[in-house]
């Protein structure tokens, strides 16, 4: 299974982006799903994740309220509605996919996910 990140783009602040995440020769709804964000300068970062066998769904205190992930099982797709965006969302965000039983403590845990898509840049300008 091979991700790809897409959606990305320069925006102001305040305003919206949906990100998807797409699988290529496989489908995403056997797995859960993550997404993660890297900052220039810095470390990657957990933004959220829905867990595939009950459709839990995990955020960063940094997003909550402004992002929700969600998933489409029949198109094998994902996505990160991200809302009132703040500079400090400027990062490449990249989707990624874990076992479907993954823990909750592990659902936060970059080490958890073992496939990992390319990144695709958000940029918020104020």
């Known amino acids: 299974v091979q991700l790809q990140a897409s959606g990305g783009g320069v925006v102001q602040v305040g305003d919206s982006l949906r990100l998807t995440c797409a699988a290529s020769?496989?489908?995403?709804?056997?797995?859960?799903l993550g997404w993660f964000r890297q900052a220039p300068g810095k470390a990657r970062e957990f933004v959220s994740a829905?867990?595939?066998?009950?459709?839990?769904?995990y955020y960063a205190d940094s997003v909550k309220g402004r992002f929700t992930i969600s998933r489409d099982n029949a198109k094998g797709t994902g996505y990160l509605q991200m809302n009132s965006l703040k500079p400090e969302d400027t990062a490449v965000y990249y989707c990624?996919?874990?076992?479907?039983?993954?823990?909750?403590?592990?659902?936060?845990?970059?080490?958890?996910?073992?496939?990992w898509g390319q990144g695709t840049l958000v940029t918020v300008s104020s």
């Open positions: 990624a996919a874990a076992p479907p039983n993954t823990i909750t403590s592990e659902m936060y845990n970059a080490r958890a996910y073992n496939i």
């Open positions: 020769a496989s489908s995403l709804s056997a797995y859960s």
């Open positions: 829905i867990r595939r066998r009950d459709r839990a769904t």
